[in-house]
T-cell receptor
């Protein structure tokens, strides 16, 4: 069956550390992956997109990697801050007509 | 400037009632979507419309009927509400459909509670 799983339901880290979130997929062959951030009571907000031919993508303190052999994407937040606390969702296009979301990881950054 | 807006934000109703949720986007996008996010925060697509035409219907019960009067609006009508319909419903839009690099813009969500 097709699945997109994110490493853990919740991740707690200390301010200043690097947070690493994992997205694993099964039985999909996405041309690219997207990462979204969702704050409580709000809709998801697009953060980054990485294509299958890109090993790594960066945006300010965010870094995403994409390994099509491992069927995995890693999402890193360096020098994390309490304001980074949110749920992070990975997503991939399926059959070019719909976005399939992962289960999400709730990140909590403690001061 | 609100890009994707939804009304109402909260909806509390009794089982068996009929209710509607409205969505509007001012981004000039061609494609709009309805998603359901359940209590475990899993976000799943229900419908998508491209230029007022239905292009995705994800085996949603036919009690749910989307309507797109124009490409800037997508409404969701739900008949005979059931307890299991309680969830957060998100509207979203993207420039077009089928573009593998399309990013989606989400509304703030409508929290539906069926009692």
């Amino acid at each position: 069956s097709q699945k997109i799983e994110q490493n853990s339901e919740a991740l707690n880290i200390q301010e200043g550390k690097t947070a690493t979130l994992t997205c694993n997929y099964t039985n999909y062959s996405p041309a690219y992956l997207q990462w979204y951030r969702q704050d409580p009571g709000r809709g998801p907000v697009f953060l980054l997109l990485i294509r299958e031919n890109e090993k790594e993508k960066r945006k300010e303190r965010l870094k995403v990697t994409f390994d099509t052999t491992l069927k995995q994407s890693l999402f890193h937040i360096t020098a994390s801050q309490p304001a980074d606390s949110a749920t992070y969702l990975c997503a991939l296009w399926h059959n070019t007509d719909k976005l399939i979301f992962g289960t999400g990881t709730r990140l909590q950054v403690f001061p | 400037d609100t890009a994707v807006s939804q009304t109402p934000k909260y909806l509390v109703t009794q089982m068996g009632n009929d209710k509607s949720i409205k969505c509007e986007q001012n981004l000039g996008h061609d494609t709009m979507y309805w998603y359901k996010q359940d209590s475990k925060k899993f976000l799943k697509i229900m419908f998508s419309y491209n230029n007022k035409e239905l292009i995705i219907n994800e085996t949603v019960p036919n009690r749910f009927s989307p309507k797109s009067p124009d490409k800037a609006h997508l409404n969701l009508h739900i008949n005979s509400l059931e307890l299991g319909d309680s969830a957060v419903y998100f509207c979203a839009s993207s420039q077009s459909s089928g573009g593998v690099e399309e990013t989606q813009y989400f509304g703030p969500g409508t929290r539906l509670l069926v009692l």
